[in-house]
C-alpha cells in the first residue's frame, strides 16, 4: 500500500523558519522524483520544489528560490523540505508527492504525480 505521510507543519512567525517532512512507503522510493506542493484558501495547488530521483538535481518555485531547500534521503524514504524566511503568503498545507523517473517541465504540474500525501498545515503569522 503505498504512503506518503507529511509533518512538521505548524505555526511560525514571519521570518522564521520550519521544515516539514514526508515518509514514504509501498513502492520503489529510489525510482521518484519527489515533489512539494501548496495549496493556500481559495487557490490553486502550486508547485514549490521537486528532487530527482537520485537526488542529483532540484527545481524551485521562483517564489521560494533562495528561501527553500528540499533534500531527500533515499536509505531512509524520505524527503524534506526546510523554509527559511518564511513569509504570511507561504500560508497554505503542503503535500508531498511521487511521479517516476520523471524530470522535465511537466513535474511543475499536478495532474503529473501518481502518490500524494494528505498534507501538512503550514501557517505564518506576520
Known amino acids: 500500500q503505498v504512503q506518503l505521510v507529511e509533518s512538521g507543519g505548524g505555526l511560525v512567525q514571519a521570518g522564521g523558519s520550519l521544515r516539514v517532512s514526508c515518509a514514504a512507503s509501498?513502492?520503489?522510493?529510489?525510482?521518484?522524483?519527489m515533489g512539494w506542493f501548496r495549496q493556500a484558501p481559495g487557490k490553486e495547488r502550486e508547485f514549490v520544489a521537486a528532487?530527482?530521483?537520485?537526488?542529483?538535481?532540484?527545481r524551485y518555485a521562483d517564489s521560494v528560490k533562495g528561501r527553500f531547500t528540499i533534500s531527500r534521503d533515499n536509505a531512509k524514504n524520505t524527503v524534506d523540505l526546510q523554509m527559511n524566511g518564511l513569509e504570511a503568503e507561504d500560508t497554505a498545507v503542503y503535500y508531498c508527492a511521487a511521479v517516476i523517473f520523471m524530470w522535465d517541465n511537466r513535474m511543475v504540474f499536478t495532474p503529473s504525480y501518481n502518490y500524494w500525501g494528505q498534507g501538512t498545515q503550514v501557517t505564518v503569522s506576520s
Open positions: 509501498g513502492f520503489s522510493f529510489s525510482s521518484y522524483t
Open positions: 528532487i530527482r530521483w537520485s537526488g542529483g538535481s532540484t
